[in-house]
DNA sequence: ATGAAATATGAATAATTATACGACCGGTCT
DNA sequence: AGACCGGTCGTATAATTATTCATATTTCAT
């Protein structure tokens, strides 16, 4: 699934500066991410990086300087379509996604920021998500429900 | 000389949305500027502009979303490289340039925000900086001088 | 289940951008 | 004057990126 690589990609540029897709795409491959260049340049367009070039002169890929609004659509997107169930359990919420997924969907909904949320906590495809009070569980379950409706 | 074509570059990016570099080098060819895609690439490169894909899926070249520190570094650079001499008369400041870049050269120095300087105006090769009060043209005049030594 | 539509992707290639190289000033030094 | 240097730029081309086309896979409505 992309967004699983998509993630990838937003952390090795966050932490290296790479200056080409085709390198791009080799550290994905060496991470597990069987994929061409092709697929790293659709992937960055969707995920509107941007080329700059540093004062050194090196050129790489950074997060866009805006990235609030594209993104929130970004996540609503990825919840929406990695999410395969949600269910409760007290004050905790078990979410299960995708394959590979669950890290993008605990980094949406943390980015999100809802304020009953005191944290998550990923596995491969099962994000555990604790609440703050267990009466507030169903609403934060419906927020859920509601997005990936 | 670059500088005016660089920002005519400029203008031409915040008017409309410009998506590679042989158009900009059309549009520059039909406004005199007689010059082909590798320059325009160096310029765009010196300029720090940056390829953004908006939200319409529509790529283009816009300014770099932090432009401070870098720009007033080649705000500097403008003004070393393209005035030719600087002669006072009253309250105002007579700067010559490079033929063609008293423009850039004038915005550089509006940017600057010198608080002494009312307004400047533009012409071919010279530039004409108001001065707010007589007493400050050495000052001011001095700071010019310090820029190009 | 079954076929139609949607999604994701790779291979090949088209399109775009960056650069190596050489030419051409304009200034400077001897 | 002549040699030299630094900067600018075009041509040709290398390097990089985007896209077209074909497939495979999934989704979903019958």
Avoid: H, W
Wanted: hydrophobic content about 40%; glycine content about 4%.
């Amino acid at each position: 699934m992309r967004y699983a690589r998509q993630n990838k990609i937003l952390e090795i540029i966050k932490s290296q500066e790479i200056d080409t897709q085709e390198k791009l795409a080799e550290i994905l491959r060496k991470t597990g991410f069987q994929v061409t260049q092709a697929t790293v340049s659709r992937d960055i367009k969707e995920l509107q990086l941007i080329k700059t070039t540093s004062e050194s002169g090196q050129s790489c890929y950074t997060l866009p300087a805006k990235m609030e609004a594209p993104l929130s659509d970004r996540f609503r997107k990825i919840l929406k379509e990695t999410i395969q169930s949600v269910d409760a359990a007290e004050n905790l919420i078990v979410v299960k996604t995708l394959s590979g997924c669950a890290n993008a969907a605990g980094e949406a909904i943390d980015t999100s920021d809802y304020p009953q949320i005191v944290g998550t906590l990923a596995g491969d495809n099962t994000l555990l998500v604790i609440v703050d009070k267990k009466e507030n569980v169903s609403q934060v379950m419906a927020a859920f429900e509601e997005i990936i409706a």
